[in-house]
């Protein structure tokens, strides 16, 4: 039996490692006499390549330094019966040739194209040639009479893609409505997935830092602390879904700080900054603070779990130590140099019922959740704290019966007299989030105004259509938020994708997001307490919002709201 653990272990060791080996980069801790030439020859690569991938790090490392490098073990999915060297996707019950090509962002005539289909149906178990994405044309342009090409203006070319309206192609573009239909005649028939649209002349600004802020001359020391070497997984498999490696999100958090680090360097800021592999191993930890005088340090960015940012805290005295992904445990955690960035679970619920009881105005309440015993119970607390305002003395209830919600049900208690309704879901299963949505989203604008909201967008809304959500103006509190219409994070994600040849993941935007919002504070002040009061501050997809408590830890209450808008776009209200 022991030998079957031992092989188990063995055997999810090795798909872990398989799964980092996709990865474009790498880790790779250097090694006693190796130089940054002997590793880029090593890697065939050039010299001022690898040093452009990593910016901190000199000519001549010390031994056990973390760096990137790319990844020569990529794998590449082939089959035995045809040179094909693009992906294959096997498809499974319930997919469509949309949701297919929704997933790999290609169209779905190219799909079709690619594996000879001639219908729109698909047959369980094919294996799908999926083709490379279409990037965005991009052509130079000139003037006959001139020499040389125009830089920075192109005819540009957009592929629509799911959820694309007129309106925010418009918005991203910086293009009029008529002048988008005059270029493009085919959208008087309606905009189609997949359609390749003109957008006309694209002046393409470009500025030379993601954000634009007073940097000072206070030299910084950082410390990232990052488990590099994966010695314990029970971690991982508890705060992360087994669907993402450990290497993985650790280089891409990685590759994030590297980025915020470059762009306050190009600002002026003076930054030195160590990287340390702490293995995961509890020991590991003890001997790096042991051997760490942190009265030299400013501060520590890591470890990445919660119970080894502890350790670090404990012998860090007043230098601040970052814990920035979520914890189960982390109620319980509380070091008096410790920065939790990830909001508690408790906020999330406070900013949806803190906005609903800030802006009442007589509005009909009703709350429809699930029939669990769970459910029932939060929504009895939920409906009283909702009566604790002064104004609002009846809340509503609605739960399934037989299974499922009726539609006479809702239109029963939906308020066709002043209008105004609320519906608040508070539930996790698919039957039930969908029988309020259909039902609600159908309901006359004329006759009921109705607004819905959730603590959350889980799985539960999966099926459900964005148009009624967009409807029923679907408003729900997130600890992260990414506008993608945003010019901050349309700029960052080219300044990423330009250093690291892919788009960011949430991890490489959490890594740039604490990296740059904490350095800015220290610089800006004497020490993090007094820059976490300065006020709140928002990045490319993190709200700040620091609090110090009381003998304990300083933490994070940002937390955004979420409201689906009537072009499909989502916004943050709050």
């Known amino acids: 039996m022991k030998n079957i653990k031992l092989l188990f272990l063995l055997i999810f060791m090795t798909s872990l490692t398989a799964c980092g080996q996709q990865k474009k980069y790498v880790s790779y801790t250097v090694k006693k006499g190796e130089t940054i030439k002997s590793i880029a020859k090593d890697n065939d690569m050039k010299v001022r390549d690898l040093l452009r991938l990593n910016p901190d790090v000199s000519r001549k490392p010390d031994a056990n330094t973390v760096i990137i490098i790319p990844n020569t073990k990529k794998k590449v999915l082939t089959t035995s019966t045809t040179t094909y060297n693009g992906k294959i996707h096997t498809v499974k019950r319930k997919e469509t040739l949309f949701s297919i090509a929704q997933k790999y962002e290609v169209s779905i005539d190219d799909l079709k194209k690619t594996n000879n289909l001639i219908g729109d149906n698909v047959s369980i178990g094919r294996e799908l040639k999926i083709p490379?994405?279409?990037?965005?044309?991009?052509?130079?342009?000139?003037?006959?009479?001139?020499?040389?090409?125009?830089?920075?203006?192109?005819?540009?070319?957009?592929?629509?893609?799911?959820?694309?309206?007129?309106?925010?192609?418009?918005?991203?573009?910086?293009?009029?409505?008529?002048?988008?239909l005059a270029l493009n005649p085919a959208l008087k028939n309606g905009l189609k997935l997949?359609?390749?649209?003109?957008?006309?002349?694209?002046?393409?600004?470009?500025?030379?830092n993601i954000f634009i802020d007073d940097i000072t001359s206070?030299?910084?020391?950082i410390v990232l602390m990052l488990p590099y070497k994966l010695n314990s997984t029970s971690d991982y498999n508890t705060q992360f879904k087994k669907k993402s490696s450990l290497l993985n999100i650790v280089t891409d958090f990685h590759s994030g700080v590297l980025v915020a680090v470059d762009s306050l360097k190009k600002q002026g800021m003076r930054i030195n900054l160590k990287v340390v592999d702490t293995e995961n191993s509890s020991s590991k930890i003890t001997s790096i603070v042991n051997s760490t005088d942190f009265d030299n340090v400013d501060v520590v960015i890591g470890p990445l779990f919660l119970k080894n940012a502890k350790l670090v805290a404990k012998k860090a005295g007043n230098t601040p130590v970052i814990a920035p992904i979520y914890s189960k445990s982390q109620k319980t955690?509380?070091?008096?140099?410790?920065?939790?960035?990830?909001?508690?679970?408790?906020?999330?619920?406070?900013?949806?019922?803190?906005?609903?009881?800030?802006?009442?105005?007589?509005?009909n309440i009703v709350i429809a959740g699930d029939a669990g015993v769970k459910s029932i119970a939060k929504i009895t607390r939920i409906a009283a704290r909702l009566k604790s305002h002064d104004s609002i003395s009846k809340v509503t209830i609605l739960?399934?019966?037989?299974?499922?919600?009726?539609?006479?049900?809702?239109?029963?208690v939906i308020d066709t007299v002043q209008r105004k309704n609320w519906v608040l879901f508070i539930g996790k299963h698919n039957i039930t989030a969908n029988d309020v949505v259909n039902n609600l989203g159908v309901m006359s604008k004329e006759k009921a105004k109705i607004q819905l909201f959730s603590f959350d967008k889980g799985s539960h809304f999966k099926n459900v259509s964005n148009n009624q959500l967009a409807r029923l103006q679907f408003t729900y509190p997130k600890e992260e938020f990414v506008d993608i219409t945003s010019d901050t994070v349309k700029y960052f994600r080219k300044k990423y994708k330009q250093k690291y040849h892919s788009y960011p993941t949430k991890f490489a935007i959490k890594g740039f997001d604490v990296t740059y919002d904490a350095l800015l504070r220290l610089s800006s002040f004497d020490s993090f307490n007094e820059g976490a009061k300065a006020g709140i501050s928002q990045r490319v997809g993190t709200k700040f919002d620091y609090t110090k408590k009381l003998f304990g830890s300083t933490e994070n209450k940002g937390v955004f709201l979420i409201q689906y808008q009537e072009d499909l776009n989502l916004k943050a209200i709050d």
């Open 194 to 208: 997949g359609m390749l649209l003109d957008v006309g002349v694209y002046v393409d600004e470009v500025t030379e």
């Open 399 to 412: 739960k399934p019966e037989k299974g499922y919600i009726k539609k006479e049900r809702f239109v029963k």
């Open 132 to 180: 490379p994405k279409k990037k965005v044309v991009v052509v130079e342009t000139s003037n006959d009479d001139e020499v040389g090409e125009v830089k920075g203006v192109s005819n540009s070319k957009y592929e629509v893609v799911k959820d694309d309206t007129i309106y925010n192609i418009t918005k991203r573009f910086t293009i009029s409505e008529e002048e988008l």
């Open 218 to 221: 206070k030299p910084l020391n």
């Open 333 to 363: 955690i509380s070091e008096g140099s410790l920065i939790k960035v990830a909001p508690n679970k408790k906020l999330i619920e406070d900013k949806l019922i803190n906005y609903m009881l800030e802006n009442y105005s007589g509005e």
